[in-house]
Nanobody
Framework: VQLQASGGGLVQAGDSLRLSCAAS????????MGWFRRGVGKAREFVAA????????YYADAVKGRFAISRGDAENSVYLQMNSLEPEDTAIYYC????????????WGQGTQVTVSS
């Protein structure tokens, strides 16, 4: 299973970006898909998650109200709409898929860089 994240880039504070993630390889049914990020010198942190069947969403406090996660039309695909970006959002963003919950994730993408300049 491969997860391919894309859509990162260099933007200015206040701008928006939309990240995409799609799965390929062996067929699987995810329970949830999520986005995580790792800034320079920081630990990886949870950003957002969505359950596949019900569409329930979860957000980190730092992005609540600015980011929106949504399911794609294709199975095991997900988007992250990021608005009002801040320099603190600068990080490598990873998508992940879980087979059984929203806490532990089984498959991870390679990451896409998001850089927000002030």
């Amino acid at each position: 299973v491969q997860l391919q994240a894309s859509g990162g880039g260099l933007v200015q504070a206040g701008d928006s970006l939309r990240l995409s993630c799609a799965a390929s390889g062996r067929t699987f049914s995810s329970y949830a898909m999520g986005w995580f990020r790792r800034g320079v010198g920081k630990a990886r942190e949870f950003v957002a998650a969505i359950t596949w069947s019900s569409g329930n969403t979860y957000y980190a406090d730092a992005v609540k109200g600015r980011f929106a996660i949504s399911r794609g039309d294709a199975e095991n695909s997900v988007y992250l709409q990021m608005n009002s970006l801040e320099p603190e959002d600068t990080a490598i963003y990873y998508c992940a898929a879980s087979l059984d919950g929203v806490v532990s994730y089984h498959y991870w993408g390679q990451g896409t860089q998001v850089t927000v300049s002030s």
